[in-house]
């Protein structure tokens, strides 16, 4: 015959087990992000058809976000980052992507899809940028046009958050505060700040988009659209940041990356002489080591 405890054993291994309480409880804060590298390299050797004998590119981003929520408050805050760069025989080591984007927006609600909200943001790099022009001589000229915090935009803004779901949300203020940083002076008239000065002020109406969905079980596409219109100055030039990111997984840790980034800024004059402002475009592609995480499952 079997032990009496044995058989206790047996029985307990047959009874459902009640959740704690704690588990059914939806968390308030919601915690996660993803990492990713892209890495390509090249190299030739009495290649015919020519080419760089030597070409690396490497480029980076880390995003985090944390999200609260608790009855009618809500509180979201993410973070984007960005590095890359490119190294060939002939160019040497030149930046391809560098963003600092920091974004806070506490909300308090007053139907089920608006939200009275007050939202913070912080766009800058982490290095120097450089623009290569061709000088008398026709070889490429490094010349210095940002670095960290050349320029910083802080900005500050009241308004009402409309979310009709968890995929979209669109952000509108009549009323914003901008502030233009650039830590050097000899940057800053670029900037459209005055020669001596290194701080510009600006009120104007402001409205973001923000759109996040998954396609499919593999791919999902990110965009985000911030419209400024400066009061004091031509606000019939809008500036515009648009970011886009494409992503498919094609392994667990493997995933393709299609990144476009487009800045209008009436006020940042062109690195070209003689010509006026114009679109800053940027576009990476690349396939990668990916890894993401969260306290909470999707």
Request: no cysteine; hydrophobic share 40%.
């Amino acid at each position: 015959a079997q032990d009496a405890s044995v058989k206790d054993l047996k029985n307990d291994a047959t009874k459902s087990i009640a959740k704690d309480p704690k588990d059914t409880v939806s968390l308030k804060w919601k915690k996660g992000g993803n990492f990713g590298i892209n890495l390509n390299q090249g190299t030739l050797s009495n290649w015919s058809a020519g080419g760089d004998k030597f070409s690396l590119s490497i480029n980076s981003m880390l995003s985090l976000f944390a999200f609260y929520k608790e009855g009618k408050k809500s509180w979201d805050n993410s973070l984007d980052l960005a590095y890359g760069i490119v190294k060939t025989t002939s160019l040497g080591s030149r930046k391809a992507s560098d963003r600092i984007d920091l974004l806070s927006k506490y909300g308090h609600a007053i139907s089920k899809k608006w939200n009275v909200a007050l939202m913070g943001n912080l766009r800058t790099q982490f290095a120097n940028g450089y623009t290569y022009l061709k000088n008398a001589a026709g070889a490429d000229s490094a010349v210095l046009t940002s670095k960290g915090f050349a320029p910083a935009y802080i900005l500050l803004s009241p308004g009402l958050d409309y979310k009709p779901n968890d995929n979209f949300s669109f952000f509108i203020s009549p009323a914003t505060a901008r502030w233009i940083l650039v830590s050097d002076k000899t940057l800053a008239p670029a900037y459209g700040i005055k020669p001596g000065k290194t701080v510009k002020n600006e009120l104007g109406a402001f409205a973001s988009a923000n759109f996040q969905k998954a396609l499919n079980s593999t791919t999902s596409f990110k965009s985000k659209l911030d419209l400024f219109s400066n009061y004091k100055s031509n606000p019939q030039n809008i500036d515009i940041y648009w970011t886009n990111l494409l992503t498919a997984k094609l392994t667990k840790y493997i995933n393709f990356n299609l990144n476009v980034d487009i800045i209008y800024d009436d006020d940042v004059a062109n690195v070209k002489p003689g010509k006026g402002p114009a679109p800053q475009i940027l576009q990476l592609m690349g396939i990668g080591f990916a890894y993401n995480f969260a306290n909470y499952k999707k």
